[in-house]
C-alpha cells in the first residue's frame, strides 16, 4: 500500500514453499506470517556498517513468538526514526535468477493489477515471492533507529514526535482523520502511525513530489536514496548476508519492479491532502503533492507509449468512470450513484482538477471517449463534472452523437422518480435538476448578447431546447389521464415542474432569457395538441373548472405565472389566442387558474372581453366573439368571488341599447346567428339567462328574438327542463343545474313571503305566475307554500300570505283542505325532530372540508408556500359549496340581491348549519393564530383574505354566518376567550374587505308586534353588534375594537393613507374613540401627544396583557392619531350621547362618581368648545343643548326590549343632569337679554317642533304612532328640566311680564293630542307648569298680578292648561299652595283663589244641595262640575244636581255634555285610564235628556270648527285631534235620545246627522284605529255600542228611519253630502236623493212614527 509514501509487498514465498508476506515501506519494514498468524516488527538500528550483516535475517520470514505480533503492529506499538536515503538501488530484476516478481495476490479484493494509492487513502500492495527477495536484500537503506518501550495498554497513545515534526503531526493527523472518510469503503480506517513512520513516509512522498514539471517519477525517487546503511533487527534472528551489493542495487530492483507493474487507472485515484514543509533544518526535504506524481507518472507512460499526455489521462479517466458507474447488480443503469461511487468519484474529480492545472488533460478527447463508453454516463457523474468545472454540460452535448436527447431525456425522467435507495442525499435530486434546468434554459434561449459568445455550440441550442420541449410533452400527456397514471410517474411528474420555480434562475439566468423561456412553455402548453373543438369546449367548460382540472396542469400554470403579472399573463393569453390555434382545454384551465391565484385578474378579464366583443362586432369576427363568451363563463364558473355571474355580464353587455350589437341590424343579426349556433351544444343553466335576459331588441326586430327564444325553448325541451318549472325568482347568476324545481320552489316562496312583508300585497310576479305559468305554479309553487307545520299562535308572514291569496280565489280549496289538515296533523309530531331527520347531511364533505382546511393551516405558516394558497382556497370552495347545497333549506335560498334577514334577539341555526359554520370560524382563527406565531400580520400573504372572499362568495352560507356571528359577538362576547377575540376581530375586518360580496343585513328583534326593520350595511351591523352597556359588554368590546384595529393596521401597513381609510370600518373607530377615554384616564389630556411606539401585534395574543393598557398603546399610534382627524372616523357629540345612553347606570363599568366625571369631561372639555366640523358644538350652549335633546329623543325613540318582555324607553340620569344645568345656564342668559329680540323664541320648543316638522316618512298609521310616542317623549323632557324653563320673562316697559305664548301653542298643537282624557293634561306636565309658573313670577315686580295675567289668558289662550288644573285640582291645590307660601306668603293670586272657590262650589251643590254660583265662563263652572261628578262614588247625584240647576245654565249643560261625550270615546279609546264606559253613557243620556226638556240647541256642539258659535269654540279647541276624529262615535252612541221634535227643531240636524255619519264610514274606510269590543268582557251595556259595525248599522238605521221624516227644509244644504254618501252607502244615497225632491216630500199623508 502506498500511504504516505509507503510500499508494500507481500505474499512472497520462500525455499520451503510457505506463503509469507513481507512488507516494505521507506523508513519501516513490517514482516507478518500469513499462514504461520505470527508477525515480526523489525526495526532498523542505528549503525549503517551492520546493514549488509542484518539484512539477510531481517528478510527472513518470521518465526512465531519472535517479536511483536501483527495485532500490536497494527495498533502502532513499534516506531522508527527516518533518516535520508542515499545509497542506489538494484536493477529490475533479480540478480540471483533474473526474474521479474511474481505477482500473487492483491490487497484490494477484485482489483486486477497492483495499484499505488494516494496516502491516507486505502492499503494498496504489491506483493512480491520469497524467492525474489534477493533484489530487497540487496538493497542497503540507511536508517536512524531508536528503539523505545512498547505501551502495555493498547489505549496508550504514541509516543510524541520529535520538535522537528511537531508541526507535520498536527498537520497529518488531521489530513488522515479527513483521508479516512473516503478510504471507509474498503475497511476501518487505521489507527494513526508513529510519528517516525509518518515522517518517513512523508520524507519519501516529498521526495517524489520534488520533481513536479518534467522530472520522470524514477528520478524523484531516485533521489530519495539513504545517506546510511539500514540496520534490520528482528529479535533475535540470525544474520545474513545481503544478496545486493549496496543499497543503489536494491533501489534499482525496486524501481523496475514498480516499472512493470504500475497501473495507471488505479493511479488516478490516488489522491492526498497537500503537504506543507517543514521548514526545520536543511538536512530535510520539502514534501512534493501526489498531483505531481502523478502527472510524471503520466508522461513517463505516454512517452514509452508514444501518446500525448493529455490524451493518455483522458483515455485513463473514461475508464475510471466507467468503471465507478458499473453497478453488476443493476440490470438498469441508475441517474443517481449510491455512497461508495460518490466517494470514488470525487476523489477522481481531484486528479482531474489537479491535472487541468497541470496542462496534461483534454476535454475534448474526455468527451470523445465518454460518448465512446459501452453505457452512457451516469447523470450524476456528468452533473459532478459540469458543476466541479471539469467538463460543462454544454461541452459535453456539443459533442455527444445524435441519440444524446433521448439518453438525456431517459435519465431525466429516471431521475425525477423516487430513488431512495440509490442516494444518500434527499436534497441532490433537487440541487442537480435545479443546475440542468439552468444550463438548459441558458443555452436553450439565449440572448443576443450571448450568441457571439456561444458561436461554437451549435447543437446545443437544439438539444436543450428539445429536452424542454420532450420533458413538458411527457406531463401534458398525462393531462386527463392523471387517474390512469403510476402514482410514482405522477410523482416523478411534479418533481419535474420544480423546472419551473422561477427562484431557481434569479442570479443565474438573464432576465430576458427566463421571460423567453416561461412565456415558450405558457404558448407550448395553451397550444399542445388543439384537438377539441368550439363544441366540445361549450360542452366540457364546466369540467375545467380549476378544482376539476388536472393538478399537474394548474401546478404547472401557477408556476408559470410566477414569472409574469397578471396583466403579462392576460396580454400573453390574448396574444396565443390571436395567432394560434390553441388546446381549448388547456386555455380555459388556464383562465380558471388565473382568475383563482391572481385577484386583480378579474378586471383584466373584463378589460380582455371588453376588446373581444368590441373587435367581434367590428369585423364581425365569430371567433373573437366565441372566445368572449368562453372566457366569461369560464370565470364565472369560480364563483362571484372570483369573477362576476354570466348572468350579470350578459345583461351588462347586451342588455341595453348602448351594447355592441345595438349599433345596427347587421350587428344583432351576427349576435343572434352566433346565439343559434350554440343552441345545439348550450347548457341549460345558459339557455335560461338567455331567455329571462334577452339582448336588448328594438321593437321593429323583435321577430329575430322571438325566433331564438322559440329555438331556446326547444333545446330546453330536448334537455327535458320545462321553461314553465322556472322560478318566479331564480337565481341565474349560478350555472349548477342541481337546482332542481323543489328546491327553486322554496326559493320562490322566500323571496315572496319578503315582498309580501314590505308591502303587504301579493307580488306581482305570483299573480302572473298564477294566470300564465300555471303548471309551475299549482305543482311547485303552491306546494312548497303549503307545507305542512305546527302553526304558531299568533299569525305570521306565512300565514296572512296563504291567507290572502286564499281570499284571492289563488288556491285551490282542495289543496288548501289538505294543508289544513296536515298541519292540524303536525301538531302530534315535533317539527325539529323532523327536520333533523330529513336534513342530517352526510358526514364525508364535512369531513373533507376539515382535512383541507388543515392542509391550508400548513401553507399559511410558510411563506415559501403562499402561492399555493389560492388554489387550495379554490379547492375548499369546491368542497364548502357541496356542504351548503346539502345544508340548504328554505329560509338560506333567498335571492342574492335580497337583504339578509339577522334576528338579533334569538338567532337560530339548524345544527349542521352551525357545525359547518364553526368549523370555518374555527380553522380562520387557528390560522391566524398560527401564522401570527411566525409573522406579524403584513408577512402572513393573502391567505385569510382569500378564504374569508371565498366565504362571502357562497349566499347560501351568509344567513348562518351572520347568525353565528350574532350569536358570538352580541350574546357571547363577554366569555371569548383572547384567541376567540383576536380570530373574530380579525375576521370582522376581511368581511369589511370583502363588503362588496356582502348583501345588506335586515336586523330584527324577533318580537310578535310589527316592529320597522332597518336594513343596514356590513359596518353598521358591526356596530349593532358590538353593544356598551354592562362592564363586561364594556370590557369586550374594547378588547374587540382594539384587537381589530391593530389586526387592519399592522396587516395592511404598507397602504396609503387613503386605502387605508377605505378598508378600516368608521364604526370600530368611533367605538374606540368612545371607549379609550372612557376606560383610560390617560387619554382624556387636553394636550395630547401622538406616542410614537410601534404597535406590536404578538401583545394583543397574550393572555396576561391588560387590554387597557393594549387600547392606550394603539391609541397612541401616530398612524392612528391620523386617522382620527379623519371626519368619516371623528366620533360626534351625538354619536358619544347615543352610545352613553345605552349604559345601564346600575351595571355601568364606571362608578357614579366616575361617570360624573367622564360626562363632565366629554361634554364641557371636548365637545362643547370643538368645531362643528369635528363633531363638536362651536363653543354655543344653545346648540349643545339643541344635540342634547335631540339625540335623548332619537335614543329613547330606539325600543329595548325590557326584563319582562315589554317595550321600555329610558333616560340616562347622568345626560339629563347635565342637560338641566345648561338649560339654567341658557335661563340666565336669556335674562339678560330680556329685551333684545333673541329672546323672542323660546329654544326649547323650537328645538322640539322642529323634530316633529321633519318627523318620520311613512304610512299614515306608522307616522300617527311615532307622534304619539315622540310627544309623549317631548312630555318626559319637559318634566325632567327646570320648571321655569317653560315660561319666559319678558320686558314691557319697566314692567317684567311671564311670557307663555310658547308652551301655550306647544300644548294646542301637539301635546294635547297624547291626553288620554281627550281634554286635559297629564298630572306631571299640568303641575310642572304651574310650578313654573309660579317660580318664574318670582322676577316680577307683582307675582300674584303676573301668575292672574297668565291664568287669564289660559281662558282664551289655552283652555286645556284650566282644564287640566281643573281635573287635577284635588293635588295640584295643595303644591301650590305650598310652594306660593313658601315663595310669597301672600294670598294666593286672585285667579287661584277663584280656581279653589269654583271647586268647593261644585263639591258643595252635589254634596249639600247648594246653589251652584254661575260667575266666570261657563264652561269652567262645567268643567268643575263635572269633575266633581266623576269623583263621586254615588250614583243619582248628578242627575238630582242637573233638576237643580236653574234658568240660564244652558251653556252650562251643553259644556257638561261636551265633557261626558269626551269621557265617554275616552273609556273606549283608553280603559285603563279608569273612565266607565256605560256610566259616561248614562250621565251623557242624561245631560241631553235635561237639554231635550229645556230645548237648548245643542248640536252646534258638534259642528266642524269654523261653524260653530264662539262660546263653542273654546270646548272643541281644548279637545285632543284624536277625540274631534271620534265625535262621530259619541254622537251615535247617543241615538237612543234623539226625539222626533229634534228634526223639526234644528233645521241643520239631518246635515249634521249625514256629516257624522260619513265621517264614521271614512274612519272604516280608510282603516283609522275605531274602538273595539273589549276582548275580556268587561265593558257593560249594550251590544251595539261594543262593535264599530254595529254602531255604524245602528247609525245606518237610525237615519233610514229619520229623513223621511225631516222637514222640506232640512235638505236644502245637504247637496254636497250626496255624492259622499251615494258611494259609501248606495242605500242612503238613494233614500236622500229621493226625499230631497219637494214633490216628493208633499205626497207624505201620513205621520210616521220614528220615536216610540
Known amino acids: 500500500m502506498a500511504r504516505y509514501g509507503m510500499v508494500q509487498y507481500g505474499s512472497v514465498r520462500d525455499g520451503t514453499g510457505r506463503d509469507s508476506t513481507v512488507m516494505v515501506q521507506f523508513g519501516t519494514t513490517q514482516c507478518s506470517s500469513v499462514r504461520h498468524g505470527t508477525a515480526r516488527y523489525c526495526s532498523a538500528r542505528a549503525a549503517c556498517e551492520e546493514l549488509e550483516a542484518k539484512s539477510r535475517e531481517t528478510l527472513r520470514p518470521s518465526e512465531p513468538g519472535a517479536g511483536p505480533s501483527g495485532d500490536a503492529l497494527q495498533k502502532g506499538t513499534g516506531a522508527t526514526s527516518p533518516c535520508t536515503l542515499s545509497q542506489p538501488g538494484c536493477g529490475g530484476v533479480c540478480p540471483r535468477c533474473a526474474e521479474p516478481p511474481e505477482v500473487r495476490g492483491f490487497s484490494a479484493p477484485g482489483r486486477g493489477k497492483p495499484f499505488l494509492r494516494q496516502p491516507g487513502h486505502g492499503r494498496g500492495q504489491v506483493h512480491l515471492p520469497v524467492s525474489h527477495t534477493c533484489c530487497l536484500q540487496r538493497a542497503r537503506p540507511c536508517f536512524r533507529a531508536r528503539p ?57 512522498g516529498a521526495g517524489g513530489m520534488a520533481g513536479a514539471g ?40 525496486a524501481l523496475r519492479l514498480l516499472d512493470q507493474h504500475q497501473n495507471l487507472t488505479d493511479l488516478l485515484l490516488e489522491v492526498e491532502e497537500s503537504a506543507k514543509p517543514d521548514g526545520q533544518g536543511g538536512a530535510e526535504l520539502q514534501g512534493v503533492s501526489s498531483a505531481s506524481f502523478i502527472v510524471s507518472v503520466l508522461q513517463e507512460q505516454a512517452s514509452r507509449l508514444g501518446v500525448p499526455t493529455a490524451a493518455l489521462a483522458a483515455k485513463n479517466a473514461v475508464t475510471n468512470i466507467e468503471r465507478i458507474c458499473r453497478v453488476p447488480a443493476s440490470p438498469s443503469q441508475l441517474p443517481l450513484l449510491d455512497l461508495d461511487q460518490r466517494k470514488r468519484l470525487s476523489r477522481l474529480l481531484q486528479t482531474l482538477k489537479d491535472l487541468l492545472a497541470n496542462n496534461v488533460f483534454s476535454r475534448s478527447l474526455f468527451c470523445q471517449e465518454l460518448w465512446k463508453m459501452k453505457d452512457p454516463p451516469v447523470l450524476e457523474v456528468v452533473w459532478h463534472l459540469h458543476r466541479g468545472d471539469i467538463l460543462g454540460l454544454a461541452e459535453l452535448l456539443e459533442s455527444s452523437p445524435s441519440a444524446a436527447g433521448e439518453w438525456l431525456c431517459h435519465s431525466l425522467r429516471r431521475l ?28 436553450g434561449f439565449q440572448q443576443t448578447s450571448d450568441l457571439g459568445r456561444k458561436l461554437e455550440f451549435k447543437k446545443v441550442p437544439h438539444i436543450c431546447h428539445a429536452v424542454l420541449h420532450r420533458m413538458l410533452t411527457w406531463v401534458l400527456d398525462a393531462v386527463g389521464k392523471e387517474k390512469q397514471e403510476d402514482v410514482s410517474t405522477l410523482q416523478a ?100 387558474t388565473l382568475a383563482v391565484c391572481r385577484a386583480e385578474a378579474e378586471q383584466l378579464f373584463r378589460d380582455l372581453l371588453s376588446h373581444l366583443l368590441m373587435k367581434a362586432f367590428e369585423n364581425y369576427d365569430m371567433e373573437n366573439l366565441i372566445t368572449a363568451f368562453l372566457i366569461a363563463r369560464q370565470a364565472a364558473l369560480e364563483g362571484p368571488a372570483v369573477f362576476m355571474p354570466y348572468s350579470e355580464w350578459f345583461k351588462a353587455s347586451f342588455g341595453n341599447a348602448g351594447g355592441h350589437h345595438g349599433s345596427s341590424k347587421k350587428a344583432l343579426v351576427f349576435l343572434f346567428e352566433f346565439l343559434s349556433e350554440l343552441v345545439p351544444f348550450e347548457a341549460a343553466p345558459y339557455l335560461k339567462v ?28 330536448d334537455l327535458k327542463v320545462a321553461i314553465e318549472d322556472m322560478g318566479l325568482y331564480e337565481d341565474l347568476s349560478t350555472t349548477d343545474e342541481s337546482v332542481q324545481p323543489q328546491a327553486q320552489a322554496l326559493r320562490d316562496v322566500e323571496k315572496a313571503l319578503q315582498i309580501f312583508e314590505n308591502t303587504r300585497k301579493i307580488p306581482t310576479s305570483v299573480i302572473e305566475a298564477s294566470i300564465f305559468r300555471r303548471p309551475y305554479y299549482t305543482s311547485w309553487f303552491l306546494p312548497a307554500l303549503l307545507r305542512p307545520r305546527v302553526l304558531p299562535r299568533a299569525p305570521d308572514v306565512r300565514m296572512a300570505f296563504i291567507d290572502s291569496l286564499k281570499r284571492a280565489d289563488k288556491i285551490p280549496s282542495n289543496l288548501y283542505s289538505t294543508y289544513v289538515q296536515a298541519c292540524r296533523a303536525a301538531k302530534e309530531k315535533r317539527l325539529q325532530d323532523e327536520c333533523k331527520e330529513e336534513s342530517s347531511p352526510s358526514r364525508e364533505p364535512v369531513e373533507q372540508l376539515r382535512a383541507e382546511l388543515a392542509v391550508l393551516r400548513t401553507l399559511v405558516v410558510d411563506q415559501a408556500k403562499y402561492e399555493d394558497v389560492p388554489a387550495q382556497v379554490a379547492v375548499i370552495s369546491h368542497t364548502l359549496g357541496s356542504v351548503c347545497a346539502q345544508d340548504s333549506h328554505e329560509d338560506q335560498t333567498a335571492a342574492a340581491t335580497s337583504p339578509i334577514q339577522v334576528n338579533i334577539s334569538a338567532p337560530r341555526l339548524e345544527p349542521c348549519q352551525q357545525s359547518v359554520v364553526d368549523l370555518l370560524l374555527t380553522s380562520f382563527c387557528q390560522h391566524l393564530v398560527a401564522a401570527s406565531y411566525f409573522n406579524p400580520p403584513n408577512r402572513q400573504g393573502p391567505c385569510l383574505s382569500l378564504f374569508v372572499k371565498m366565504m362571502c362568495g357562497h349566499r347560501n352560507l351568509l344567513p348562518a354566518l351572520l347568525g353565528r356571528l350574532c350569536q358570538l359577538i352580541y350574546h357571547q362576547g363577554p366569555s371569548l376567550n383572547d384567541a376567540h377575540i383576536l380570530g373574530l376581530a380579525a375576521f370582522v375586518i376581511h368581511l369589511g374587505e370583502s363588503r362588496a360580496l356582502m348583501p345588506a343585513v335586515e336586523a330584527n328583534f324577533g318580537l310578535s308586534q310589527p316592529v320597522p326593520q332597518k336594513v343596514l350595511s356590513v359596518s353598521e351591523f358591526w356596530n349593532l353588534l358590538l353593544t356598551c352597556r354592562t362592564a363586561e359588554s364594556f370590557a369586550f368590546c374594547l378588547r374587540f375594537c382594539t384587537a381589530a384595529a391593530s389586526y387592519l393596521m399592522c396587516k395592511f401597513s404598507s397602504y396609503s393613507h387613503e386605502d387605508l381609510c377605505a378598508l378600516l370600518p368608521p364604526s370600530l373607530v368611533k367605538k374606540l374613540q368612545y371607549l379609550v377615554p372612557r376606560l383610560c384616564l390617560e387619554a382624556r389630556g387636553a394636550l395630547w401627544e401622538e406616542g410614537p411606539a410601534e404597535l406590536l401585534w404578538s401583545s394583543l395574543s397574550c393572555p396576561s396583557r391588560d387590554y387597557r393598557r393594549a387600547s392606550l398603546s394603539l391609541w397612541q399610534q401616530a398612524r392612528f392619531q391620523q386617522l382620527l382627524k379623519e371626519q368619516a372616523f371623528q366620533l360626534s357629540f351625538r354619536e358619544w350621547l347615543l352610545l352613553e345612553l345605552e349604559v345601564s347606570p346600575e351595571k355601568d363599568i364606571l362608578s357614579a362618581s366616575e361617570r360624573q366625571d367622564f360626562h363632565y369631561w366629554a361634554i364641557y372639555q371636548r365637545y362643547l368648545p370643538a368645531p362643528s366640523a369635528s363633531g363638536g358644538c362651536d363653543g354655543d350652549l344653545q346648540q349643545a343643548c ?13 325600543l329595548e326590549l325590557g326584563s319582562r318582555g315589554r317595550w321600555e324607553v329610558s333616560v340616562s340620569p347622568g345626560i339629563l343632569c347635565k342637560l338641566q344645568e345648561m338649560v339654567l345656564e341658557l335661563g340666565c342668559r336669556q335674562k339678560l337679554l330680556s329685551g333684545s329680540s333673541d329672546a323672542q323664541r323660546h329654544f326649547l320648543f323650537e328645538i322640539l317642533q322642529e323634530r316633529l316638522r321633519n318627523g318620520e316618512q311613512g304610512s299614515a298609521l306608522g307616522q300617527q304612532l311615532w307622534r304619539q310616542q315622540e310627544l309623549l317623549l317631548h312630555r318626559r323632557i319637559l318634566v325632567g328640566l327646570p320648571a321655569s324653563t317653560l315660561i319666559m320673562t319678558c320686558q314691557k316697559g319697566r314692567k317684567t311680564m311671564l311670557d307663555c305664548e310658547d308652551f301655550f301653542n306647544f300644548v294646542n298643537s301637539e301635546l294635547k293630542n297624547v291626553c288620554s282624557r281627550g281634554y286635559a293634561l297629564s298630572y306631571d306636565i299640568t303641575a310642572h307648569f304651574f310650578r313654573g309658573l309660579l317660580h318664574a313670577s318670582l322676577g316680577c315686580e307683582e307675582p300674584a298680578e303676573g301668575v292672574s295675567e297668565v291664568l287669564t289668558a289660559c281662558q282664551s289662550r289655552c283652555p286645556t292648561l284650566l282644564f287640566s288644573a281643573v281635573l287635577w285640582w284635588p293635588s295640584l291645590e295643595p303644591v301650590l299652595c305650598s310652594q306660593w307660601k313658601r315663595l310669597f306668603g301672600d294670598p294666593l293670586a286672585e285667579e287661584l283663589r277663584r280656581l279653589r272657590e269654583w271647586q268647593s262650589s261644585a263639591a258643595s251643590f252635589l254634596s249639600s244641595g247648594a246653589v251652584f254660583p254661575l260667575s266666570g265662563p261657563p264652561w269652567i263652572s262645567a268643567a268643575f262640575l263635572h269633575c266633581a261628578v266623576q269623583q263621586q262614588s254615588r250614583r243619582g247625584q248628578g242627575s238630582r ?212
Open 148 to 204: 523505545r518501550r512498547v505501551p502495555a495498554s493498547r489505549s496508550a497513545p504514541p509516543p510524541p514526535p520529535t520538535r522537528s515534526c511537531r508541526r507535520r503531526w498536527r498537520e497529518g493527523g488531521r489530513g488522515h482523520a479527513r483521508s479516512s472518510q473516503w478510504a471507509g469503503a474498503a475497511g476501518p480506517a487505521p489507527r494513526r502511525q508513529p510519528m517516525a513512520a509518518r515522517r518517513a513516509a512523508g520524507l519519501a
Open 214 to 253: 518534467g522530472r520522470r517519477w524514477r528520478d524523484l525517487l531516485a533521489s530519495c536514496g539513504c545517506q546510511r546503511n539500514l540496520n534490520f533487527s528482528a529479535g533475535r534472528a540470525r544474520k545474513r548476508k545481503s544478496a545486493f551489493g549496496s543499497g543503489a542495487e536494491l533501489r534499482e530492483a
Open 416 to 443: 425525477c422518480q423516487p430513488h431512495p435507495e440509490a442516494c444518500g442525499d434527499l436534497e441532490l435530486p433537487g440541487h442537480l435538476l435545479s443546475d440542468l434546468a439552468v444550463v438548459f434554459v441558458q443555452n
Open 493 to 592: 411528474m411534479r418533481f419535474w415542474l420544480n423546472v419551473f420555480n422561477v427562484s431557481g434562475y434569479r442570479s443565474a439566468v438573464h432576465p430576458d432569457s427566463l421571460q423567453q423561456f416561461f412565456r415558450h412553455t405558457l404558448t407550448e402548453v395553451l397550444t399542445y395538441n388543439p384537438s377539441w373543438k368550439v363544441s366540445d369546449a361549450i360542452r366540457m367548460q364546466k369540467e375545467w373548472s380549476f378544482t376539476r382540472t388536472c393538478s399537474l396542469l394548474t401546478t404547472l400554470y401557477r408556476k408559470l405565472f410566477m414569472a409574469f403579472s397578471a396583466k403579462e399573463c392576460v396580454c400573453q393569453l390574448q396574444q396565443v389566442l390571436e395567432t394560434r390555434e390553441v388546446n381549448w382545454q388547456h386555455v380555459l384551465s388556464c383562465v380558471s
Open 690 to 717: 338567455h331567455i329571462m335576459y334577452p339582448p336588448f331588441v328594438p321593437t321593429k326586430h323583435r321577430p329575430i328574438l322571438l325566433e331564438y327564444i322559440t329555438l331556446a325553448k326547444t333545446r330546453l325541451a
Open 1186 to 1198: 339643541g344635540i342634547l335633546i335631540n339625540t335623548l329623543l332619537d335614543s329613547s325613540q330606539r
Open 1441 to 1652: 244636581a242637573l233638576k237643580r240647576l236653574g234658568t240660564g245654565t244652558e251653556q252650562l249643560l251643553v259644556s257638561l255634555l261636551f265633557f261626558s261625550l269626551l269621557d265617554l270615546i275616552s273609556a273606549k279609546i283608553a280603559p285603563k285610564e279608569g273612565v266607565d264606559f256605560q256610566a259616561s253613557l248614562e250621565w251623557s243620556l242624561e245631560i241631553l235628556q235635561c237639554l231635550e226638556e229645556r230645548g237648548t240647541s245643542w248640536p252646534l256642539l258638534f259642528h266642524s270648527a269654523g261653524k260653530e258659535p264662539g262660546h263653542y269654540v273654546v270646548l272643541r279647541s281644548a279637545a285632543s285631534a284624536r277625540h274631534t276624529r271620534l265625535l262621530p262615535l259619541a254622537f251615535y252612541s247617543l241615538t237612543p235620545c234623539f226625539h222626533h221634535e229634534l228634526l223639526a227643531r234644528e233645521p241643520t240636524f239631518l246635515h249634521l246627522a249625514l256629516d257624522l255619519y260619513v265621517q264614521l264610514l271614512q274612519l272604516f274606510v280608510e282603516g283609522q284605529e275605531l274602538p273595539q269590543p273589549d276582548p275580556a268582557g268587561q265593558s257593560p251595556g249594550p251590544a251595539e255600542h261594543e262593535d264599530p259595525l254595529q254602531l255604524i248599522s245602528s247609525a245606518r238605521r237610525f237615519l233610514l228611519a229619520a229623513i223621511p221624516r225631516c222637514p222640506a227644509q232640512s235638505f236644502a244644504n245637504i247637496r254636497p253630502l250626496l255624492a259622499t254618501c251615494e258611494e259609501l252607502d248606495p242605500e242612503l244615497g238613494a233614500t236622500l236623493l229621493h226625499f230631497s225632491r219637494p214633490a216628493m216630500a208633499m205626497e207624505l199623508d201620513e205621520e210616521l212614527v220614528l220615536f216610540d
